[in-house]
């Protein structure tokens, strides 16, 4: 097995990252909707989203050689079997980029055998890189972030995001919200997934929860909040959290109640 300097690593990364991250801001300045393509049914892209997928991917490609790539928008082959693997999502927030809204982030992670390993989350609009590698920490702009301390919910900020293609689950995430609207702080829904992941590991969310969403979407905010103490499984308290579409991450502290009230509502035992 290939041993890695995955702060080194992360560091080369986040500064390709932040790159590229300029070249979004650079077009958010000019962009027009008449760029804007629909892959499905309210889902969004354009050239902002392909072109700064393939910047990433020239800038990542030589940091690990032979490194496969699971991309979202999909502008390069890809190695499915190779030990190391890139999970891409170069505009995580695309309908927010699209209509203004100055929330959206690049999402990069590294895994080893699926299993991830080091990940970066970079806010755009306030020029907020998240960082974090395995054992190593998480970090906001360089300094060491945790969770937040709320031990239960009804002293908790909740984030979600809204289903937008997958409506087959609305009435129990409407169990969910409703709950969260009645026993808690309140609910926020930002737009990009992998920003509401990084806020969690901040400790500006006590949890996010989600379902119908994609490994890129969340694949390196789940290292950034595990490694600032916080917890993450999937609606069950299980580890299919990257590929089985539901994703619950938390402050750790209140996790398991939040677990009750997912279980309930979707039926687990």
């Given at each position: 097995m290939t041993e890695l300097d995955l702060e080194k690593i992360t560091g080369i990364a986040s500064k390709h990252v932040k790159e590229v991250?300029?070249?979004?801001?650079h077009e958010s300045t000019r962009f027009k909707n008449s760029s804007v393509e629909l892959k499905g049914f309210n889902d969004l892209v354009s050239y902002v989203d392909k072109t700064a997928e393939i910047k990433l991917v020239d800038g990542l490609k030589d940091l690990i050689p032979n490194a496969g790539f699971l991309l979202e928008e999909k502008?390069?082959?890809?190695l499915a079997d190779s030990e190391f693997q890139w999970i891409i999502d170069p505009l995580d927030g695309t309908t927010n980029f699209v209509h203004g809204v100055p929330c959206y982030s690049i999402s990069v992670a590294l895994a080893e055998n699926k299993n991830i390993i080091a990940g970066i989350i970079y806010e755009i609009n306030l020029d907020e890189m998240f960082t974090a590698w395995k054992d190593g920490g998480s970090f906001?702009?360089?300094?060491?972030?945790?969770?937040?301390?709320?031990?239960?919910?009804?002293?908790?900020?909740?984030?979600?995001?809204?289903p937008y293609i997958d409506f087959s689950f609305m009435s129990k995430y409407m169990e969910?919200?409703?709950?969260?609207?009645?026993?808690?702080?309140?609910l926020r829904r930002l737009g990009s997934a992998?920003?509401?992941?990084a806020y969690v590991a901040c400790g500006r969310f006590d949890v996010f929860?989600?379902?119908?969403?994609n490994p890129w979407d969340v694949a390196a905010g789940t290292i950034i909040v595990k490694e600032a103490g916080g917890k993450v499984t999937d609606f069950n308290n299980g580890l299919e959290y990257i590929f089985g579409n539901e994703i619950l991450a938390s402050n750790n502290k209140v996790h398991n109640e939040f677990l009750d009230v997912t279980k309930k509502a979707f039926g687990y035992s």
């Open positions: 991250g300029e070249f979004i801001r502008t390069s082959k890809t906001l702009n360089g300094k060491p972030i945790q969770v937040s301390s709320a031990n239960k919910l009804s002293e908790s900020l909740i984030a979600t995001g809204f969910v919200f409703n709950y969260c609207m009645k026993n808690t702080r309140g992998a920003v509401d992941l929860y989600e379902y119908g969403l």
